[in-house]
Each structure stands twice: as C-alpha cells, then as structure tokens.
C-alpha cells in the first residue's frame, strides 16, 4: 500500500518540478530583461509562447528518456544522449522562437526566404544549457527516486525475514512450551483446579 502511494507521488512531483523549474526560468528572464518585456506587448507575449514550446517539448523529451533509462546504460552514455537531445530539442525550440517572431506579426513574410544569420546558430548551442539541464535534473531526480523506492524495498524485505525468523522461533519453541505447560496444568488439577483452569485459559489466549 505505502508503495503504491509513493509511485502515485512520484508522477505527481513531477509536474510540481515543472511548475517550479519554469517558474524560475521565466522569473530569471524576465528580471534580466525586464526593460524589453516591461515596454513591449509583441515581447512578452513571445516569451510566454517560447516557454509553452519548450514546456511541450520537455514532455516529447520525457517519453524518450523513460525509453533509455530503462536500458540502464553507463553515464557516459546518457551523458551523450542528453547532449545529442539537448541539442535537438534547443534547435527546434530556437526554429519555432525565430518562425514565430517573424510571421506571427507579419503574415506576407515568406518562411523559406528567412535569412538565418550567425546568431541564430548560435543562440541554438546557448539555448541548449536549458534542455540540458531540464535533462540532467529529470535523469538524477528518476534515479534518486528509484533508490528511495529500493531502500523501501529493502526495508521492508528486511522486517518480513525478522518476521519470518521469529515465527520459526515461535514453531520451535512451542512443542516444548506446549509440553511443559500441560505437564505444569495436569499437576495443579490436583492441586488447585481453579489454578490450573485459569492456566489452561491464558494457555489457549497464547497459543
């Protein structure tokens, strides 16, 4: 039962860690550049845009990944994939961001005659830190979780094997107890029947 809850908190963390993690993105931009989005409606509404974007391609990244983490590969493995992905991910976020700043307030632009310059390449290996990290923080978090439910695992085996060692105890001392206690009762009906009643009661409650 308590297993069954900490997976079900598991899935909800994660979008707890996605409402804060793009929280403090958004946060930090806008503190950095407030004076653009502060004086400009076209610029706050582009970066609420990029950050549904990326938000919506963190979430295709997230069924990739749980594909590869179950391989259970070495680090250096995921730490290329996550670079490869990362990539990917900031190039298509970057093309998205540069489409849509172009042609969403200028409809007769044509989108194959757009000159990308050298910035746009290389805002694509900047932007990528976000993916990366997005991706580094979802792979440790997973596998830190996945350690907290194994100690759970362990724990738990480990109080069944205490258990079980005592029932075994318990099976071997009892003939021997049992032996000794009707002996013990057999002699006080002699004696004191009320006794030996009163034994034989507290005997059964036991047994």
């Known amino acids: 039962m308590k297993s069954n809850q900490f997976i079900n908190n598991i899935k909800l963390n994660f979008w707890h860690y996605q409402l804060i993690g793009f929280t403090i993105h958004t946060l930090n931009h806008l503190a950095r550049y407030w004076d653009l989005y502060a004086n400009s409606l076209k610029k706050s509404f582009s970066l609420l845009l990029s950050n549904i974007i990326l938000i919506l391609l963190t979430l295709v990244l997230r069924q990739i990944y749980r594909y590869f983490y ?71 978090i997973k596998y830190w979780k996945d350690l907290q439910m194994e100690f759970e695992r362990s724990k738990a085996l480990q109080i069944q094997a205490v258990e079980a060692q005592l029932k075994m105890l318990r099976y071997q001392l009892n003939p021997h107890f049992l032996f000794n206690s009707l002996n013990s009762i057999q002699g006080l009906m002699y004696q004191d029947e009320k006794k030996a009643d009163l034994m034989l009661t507290e005997l059964s409650e036991f047994l």
């Open 70 to 140: 179950r391989l259970r590969k070495t680090p250096l493995y995921y730490i290329l994939l996550i670079s490869i992905l990362s990539t990917l991910t900031s190039f298509v976020w970057q093309e998205v961001k540069f489409t849509y700043d172009h042609l969403l307030w200028d409809w007769d632009i044509n989108w194959f005659t757009l000159e990308r310059k050298h910035e746009y390449f290389f805002l694509i290996l900047v932007n990528a830190y976000v993916p990366f990290v997005w991706s580094i923080l979802y792979f440790g």
